[in-house]
């Protein structure tokens, strides 16, 4: 067994990195009445950096966005976007921040040309130029009306709008949504070129496969807090999936939750069973895993198989941990 596959403990995010954040949230509560939405919530992004939020529906991750534009106000805790206060200083943070929500609101009536236009008299010098440039690459057609666009097309204007402002974060709110595959890849293509450029990207959705191509940093919300947050490199390095296959009759697979655990050094995270075979993921794999299983199964443990998880397995295993 190659010692690489277990963990070699190297954490690429320990490198010295740029003192200041683009975004700072310390111990941010957020209620609604009586409903807590976010629960606590601390995170950094750091500049040029690609930050995603993943977690199910109504977890909090449109909230945290709306909070981080300025929309509205924690309950408690401390948010700080360019080392500013975004309810004190909405304006001044909008202007460097492009903003693309899951459903883009956009004049129907407008071309996609003269959408354009319209948009340059608020925006900075250059606006329009950068804008038709960004439409020749998402294949826009300037004379196209904007109600005669598939979903897929509208939010291409939404990207090339936001993309033409040449702002210093983007932020999108599931913007993958309900679109198709082609679209899709684009659209994740151009967030990645971004990412390449410098360009710092706060990235919402459920989509893990989309987010693991493009995102170096993920956070996974689930009821209000996170329950993992770390670079998608160290998530390759440190965390193992062993498949286990055990011959007997064992029962209730949650009896032999400790004797997994004890396998992984740093966490345990979740099981799966399929017949004989138990799936079984974790943080920091003990190099003398096997010999661990072997000591408590004995010759019921049949054999073993190690592997990298998805972001995917990943996901659903902390989705599904109990606490």
Known sequence: MSENILNDGYD???LAQPSV????FQDVVK???SKTVLDGVSFSIKPGSVFALLGENGAGKTTTIRMVLGETAPTSGLIRVFEQNPMKRSKDIRERIGFIPESPTLYEYMTVGQIGKFASAFNKK???QRY???CEELGLNPKDRIKSLSKGLKAKTSLALELARDPDVLVLDEPTSGLDALVRRQILSDV??????GKTILLSSHQTAEVERVADQVAFLKNGKFVLMDSIENLRRMTRVVDATISGEVGDAAALEPLFASIFEEEYVGLERYGLRYRILGRKLARNYEERLRASLG??????EIS?????DVFVAYMRKRR
């Open 126 to 128: 250059g606006y329009l």
């Open 299 to 304: 010759d019921r443990l049949l054999k073993t």
């Open 192 to 197: 990645a070129e971004l990412g390449a450029m």
């Open 12 to 14: 690429p995010s320990n």
């Open 21 to 24: 954040n683009v975004v700072e």
């Open 31 to 33: 209620k609604y009445g």
């Open 132 to 134: 038709a440039k960004r």
């Open 308 to 312: 990298v998880p998805s972001l995917e």
